[in-house]
């Protein structure tokens, strides 16, 4: 429970399973409105990108890598980050565009949301490692670049939780815009649709 990825994929399947029962209601809050589709497809984003670059990393590194898997460990790591990830998007491409959206999203609840739920999980990250650290237990980081022993950069844990915000700020926006922009080419073409055929 305490990768990223699980967490994710368990939100998104509990996510999903809501909005397959309630799939004939529309609702302009809460966890069935398109705004909070693009929420979960962000994280679900983030699973797919960085499991991939992780890969990619550990290969060059000569490091411990999914090759040292067993079965069932691939089985269930392609699973969480490539089979559901590319669904879920699959799903996005035939359930959203059903409004045009402005691309002034700080001003909408859902991407809160994924910043606050990224910020908790640094949070807890963190708090999980040290009181590991404090019973000498291994694995108390779930992924090296959260690993508070050994920074990636720097020496001070302040500035590097910083340095992370950041980066994830930054880039849990540009996946937003991306939704954005897919969202409004859906619309686009829904209506253009829609005209050719009045």
Known sequence: ????????????????????????????????????????????????????MGVVYYVKSGEDSIVNYGTNQIICTIVTHLICPILLFIIYQFSMGNERYEYNFYKKWDIYIVFIYAASYLAYVYIRGELYLQNLNTGRYPYPFVNFQTLFIGNSIILYVLYLIIAFFIWFSLHHLWLIYNNNLIYNKKLKHLNLKL
Do not use: C, P
């Open 1 to 52: 429970m305490s990768f990223f990825s699980v967490q994710v994929n368990i939100m998104t399947i509990v996510w999903l399973i809501i909005y397959i029962i309630n799939f004939d209601k529309k609702e302009k809050h809460g966890i069935l409105t398109d705004r909070f589709r693009m929420a979960i497809m962000n994280l679900n984003m983030l699973v797919f990108l960085i499991f991939w």
